[in-house]
């Protein structure tokens, strides 16, 4: 099976950044995406960036010239680097990757998820 873990989250002051990472794990055979989604309270899981494996990068709008997303392919793990943080960036960070994994001399290719990580910016 796959693993995604996430960490870099926390508290920070507006204006303030923050560095997350996804690690994913386990028969892996290929990553084609990786990518962070978030999760405010009361509010719906919202994407946040996205790349491909390629270095393909797409960002959600609230979030363009802000965050930059990037991946180590040799390291199968994600990044997103937060700048510039608001108050209304504050929710769960969630990590998902499009992975072919292995098993057993079979492949199956399916999308994972972390278990989230908080990031909380305060004014």
């Known amino acids: 099976q796959v693993q995604l873990v996430e960490s870099g989250g926390g508290l920070v002051q507006l204006g303030g950044s923050l560095r997350l990472s996804c690690a994913a794990s386990?028969?892996?055979?290929?990553?084609?995406?990786m990518g962070w989604h978030r999760q405010a309270p009361g509010k719906q899981r919202e994407l946040v960036a996205t790349t491909t494996s390629g270095g393909y990068s797409n960002y959600a709008d609230s979030v363009k010239g802000r965050f930059t997303i990037s991946i180590n392919n040799a390291k199968n793990t994600v990044y997103l680097q937060m700048n510039s943080l608001k108050p209304e960036d504050t929710a769960v960070y969630y990590c998902n990757a499009d992975v072919t994994a292995s098993s057993a001399g079979l492949y199956q290719r399916r999308d994972y998820w972390g278990q989230g990580t908080q990031v909380t910016v305060s004014s």
């Open positions: 386990g028969s892996i055979a290929r990553i084609d995406a």
